[in-house]
C-alpha cells in the first residue's frame, strides 16, 4: 500500500470548515483513498472515500487532485464533535483488505 | 443494526495467562481482521481472515492466536508469549477482502492492561 503523509495537528473554530490534507505521491491506479476518524477510546469511524473523482456524503467531501498525489478532505460546517484525529489511507491491489494507519492528523475545534 | 461487537471493553491479564477477547459481526462479512494500537500510535495488523477456517498472520502475530470457527465470530487469544501486551485491540470485517471499494468497519475496541 502506498504511505500517506499527514500534518501532525489542525486547528478549526467552530462552523466554519476544516480541510485536512493528504499527500499519497506513490498512490498506484486501483488504489482508494480512505478517511477515518478516531475519537478517544472508540474504534475508527469510516468517513469516506474515493478513487479519482471528488466524492460528497453526509459527512464530508473529499477533493483528489487530477494526478492523485494528493487530497483534502472537508469538514463543512465544524462542531466540537468533530474533535478527533483523521488517519488518511490508501488502500487496495493485492493488500488482502489490510488498512496501514498512520498517526493521522490531531484535529482540534476550538468555540 | 449492523455491525461488530467486542467484549469486554476492559481486560486485564496477570502475568502467564493467556487471554481472550472477543470479536462477533453479524454483517456477514467474510474478512475479519485484528489490529493493535499502542497509545499515539496507528493501527497495527495482528492477523487476518478471508473466510471461515482459515486465517493469516500479519506484521505483528508473535503471541497472538486466532480461530475462525463461524463467520460471525473471530476470537483473538493474546498468549503470554506476548510480552508487552498493553494495548488498544480493534476488530474490524469487510464483505470480502477483494472488496476496494468497501469501507472496514470496526468495533469499539478492547484494552488490555497487565496487573
Known amino acids: 500500500d502506498a504511505k500517506t503523509t499527514q500534518p501532525p495537528s489542525m486547528d478549526c473554530a467552530e462552523g466554519r470548515a476544516a480541510n485536512l490534507p493528504c499527500n499519497h505521491s506513490?498512490?498506484?491506479?486501483?488504489?482508494?483513498v480512505y478517511w477515518y476518524r478516531q475519537i478517544h477510546s472508540q474504534g475508527p469511524q469510516y468517513i469516506i472515500h474515493?478513487?479519482?473523482n471528488n466524492e460528497t456524503n453526509e459527512m464530508a467531501s473529499l477533493i483528489i487532485t487530477e494526478d492523485r498525489k494528493s487530497s483534502t478532505l472537508i469538514l463543512p460546517h465544524a462542531t466540537l464533535r468533530d474533535t478527533a484525529v483523521y488517519y488518511c489511507?490508501?488502500?487496495?491491489?493485492?493488500?488482502?483488505?489490510?488498512?496501514?494507519f498512520g498517526q493521522g492528523t490531531i484535529l482540534t475545534v476550538h468555540p | 443494526d449492523g455491525g461488530i461487537t467486542q467484549s469486554p471493553k476492559y481486560l486485564f491479564r496477570k502475568e502467564g495467562q493467556n487471554v481472550t477477547l472477543s470479536c462477533e459481526q453479524n454483517?456477514?462479512?467474510?474478512?475479519m481482521y485484528w489490529y493493535r494500537q499502542d497509545p499515539g500510535q496507528g493501527l497495527r495488523l495482528i492477523y487476518y481472515?478471508?473466510?471461515?477456517?482459515?486465517?493469516q498472520k500479519g506484521d505483528i502475530a508473535e503471541g497472538y492466536s486466532v480461530s475462525r470457527e463461524k463467520k460471525e465470530s473471530f476470537p483473538l487469544t493474546v498468549t503470554s508469549a506476548q510480552k508487552n501486551p498493553t494495548a488498544f485491540y480493534l476488530c474490524?470485517?469487510?464483505?470480502?477482502?477483494?472488496?476496494?471499494?468497501?469501507?472496514?468497519?470496526f468495533g469499539d475496541g478492547t484494552r488490555l492492561s497487565i496487573l
Open positions: 489511507i490508501v488502500s487496495g491491489g493485492t493488500s488482502y483488505g489490510k488498512l496501514t
Open positions: 506513490t498512490i498506484s491506479g486501483n488504489e482508494y
Open positions: 474515493g478513487l479519482k
Open positions: 454483517l456477514n462479512h467474510d474478512a
Open positions: 481472515s478471508q473466510i471461515v477456517n482459515d486465517f
Open positions: 474490524a470485517s469487510l464483505p470480502r477482502t477483494g472488496a476496494l471499494n468497501q469501507p472496514q468497519h
